[in-house]
């Protein structure tokens, strides 16, 4: 008989190993291409169609990131995805607590993955879910090691070789029985034994035989810096806009297609504080801006060029500073809605330029974060994003330390 197949994304760890003091948060909440790593994931999973539930484990200190994640979905989640559970200190105890979750669900069968391993296939999972059907109890995705191995001491001198035939380095999906592993995980529990870095090692600890399914190399686990920019080249490749063909000829246009731009302008006043908010990033500055939102001016003028190129109103149309509702609100939102947007007219934003008129804070050492920031916000290589800055010489009330203005200019193509 079919089980029905739960799906636990153990997301409740603090990516201690890819900690940076520009941005502190975890590593399964940094944006690839302007969406959350874990809305990836969550992604691969709920587009399965053998999947029932899906349950999402959680660090308590996460719950808005967490919504921010969902709220990026591009696939309906519906019932199928479960109230989010708060994990443990270790990823054996966030593994459980989802177990413990899923207890009274009618699933059989279940699947733990890491929110950390977005670039997880189809075709993976259902290599995971065949196994379990067919009878296995405990099946690892998994890849052969294939570079030679060696083992060092610590001052890195390599010492001797390893042989690697036979050896298997351990991906998720891992799939069970969803029984036999919370058995395991409760006996693993009370014998003291809380430190298994996957659930495998907990099945075979409590005597369980293990299966291999095909991983791929593709499915990397997010770990290091190093891992975090390939995934963020690797989706910005997938996100890539095909670049415009050479214009030739009367055809020329329609290789484009119906190309437009908007522009955009916003000011804000000072007001007392300690940091403002620019392009999306937080600048230490002995004055703040003042406004309903957070007062991002920078992303309130790359909003109003956005619609402003799809002729669709002006930020204030679609978000009223009368509406209570968008007090102190983080503007990337006004921005993610804007290029949605353009989407749903089935267009790209090819090219953002913006301006920021100021005598103070100083731009140009944070120029590059505000790029970044804004090519994350609208999922485009940061090649694509221009953020230049200058003073207005003393005059007016930039000139006058007043406040802050911007004007941007956005590129849109639109399908003829
Ligand atoms: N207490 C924990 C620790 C880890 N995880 C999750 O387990 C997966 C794989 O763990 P790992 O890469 O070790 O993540 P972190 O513990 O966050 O990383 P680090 O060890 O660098 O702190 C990640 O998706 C992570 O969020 C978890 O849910 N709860
Ligand atoms: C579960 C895992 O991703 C399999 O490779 C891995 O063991 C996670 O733990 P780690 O602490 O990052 O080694």
């Known amino acids: 008989m079919t089980k029905q197949v739960a799906a636990i994304i153990v997301a409740g760890g603090r990516g201690s190993r890819l900690a940076s003091s520009d941005d502190d948060r975890p590593k399964q909440y940094r944006t690839l291409a ?27 200190d996460d719950l808005q990131l967490y919504d921010n994640a969902i709220a990026d979905l591009k696939v309906p989640a519906t019932d199928r995805l479960l109230t989010s559970v708060e994990g443990g200190a270790t990823r054996q105890a966030s593994v459980y607590a989802g177990l413990n979750a899923l207890q009274y669900s009618e699933c059989g069968v279940v699947l733990i993955h890491d929110a950390a391993r977005p670039f997880v296939t189809h075709d993976a999972i259902t290599a995971v879910i065949e196994r ?35 050896l298997w380095a351990a991906q998720t999906p891992q799939g069970f029985d969803l029984k036999t ?66 214009l030739a000829g009367s055809h020329a246009l329609a290789g484009l297609g119906d190309v437009r731009m908007g522009t955009g302008y916003d000011v804000h006043a000072f007001d007392t504080g ?58 990337d939102q006004f921005l993610h809605d804007a290029i949605r947007r353009v989407e749903d007219k089935g267009g790209r934003i090819a090219h953002i330029d913006a301006t920021i008129i100021c005598e103070l804070p100083k731009i140009g050492p944070h120029r590059e974060r505000m790029r970044q920031a804004i090519a994350d916000i609208c999922a485009l290589p940061v090649s694509r994003v221009s953020v230049k800055a200058t003073t207005s010489e003393r005059l007016g009330f930039t000139g006058r330390k007043e406040g802050i203005a911007s004007i941007a200019a956005v590129t849109v193509r639109l399908p003829f």
Do not use: C
């Open 34 to 60: 302007g969406r959350p790593v874990l809305t990836y994931t969550l992604e691969q999973f709920l587009d399965h169609p053998a999947i029932s539930k899906v349950l999402v484990v959680r660090h308590a």
């Open 132 to 166: 379990l059907q067919q009878g296995a109890k405990a099946v690892l995705s998994a890849i052969p090691v294939v570079d030679t191995l060696k083992r060092a001491n610590a001052d890195t001198h390599s010492l001797s070789t390893v042989d690697r035939k036979g």
């Open 181 to 246: 592993i919370w058995e395991a995980h409760q006996q693993a529990l009370q014998s003291g034994r809380t430190d298994s870095t996957d659930d495998t090692a907990v099945a075979e600890w409590a005597g369980h035989q293990i299966e291999l399914a095909d991983g791929n190399a593709d499915n990397f686990k997010i770990t290091s810096p190093a891992d975090l920019e390939r995934a963020r080249k690797i989706m910005e490749m997938t996100n890539q806009i095909e670049p415009p063909r050479p």
């Open 274 to 331: 300690d940091a403002v908010i620019l392009g999306g990033i937080s600048i230490p500055h002995d004055r703040k801006l003042k406004g309903h939102s957070d007062a991002d001016v920078v992303l309130h003028a790359i909003t109003d060029a956005v619609l402003g190129a799809i002729g669709d109103g002006d930020i204030g149309t679609h978000f009223p500073p009368s509406d209570p509702k968008w007090k102190g609100a983080a503007s």
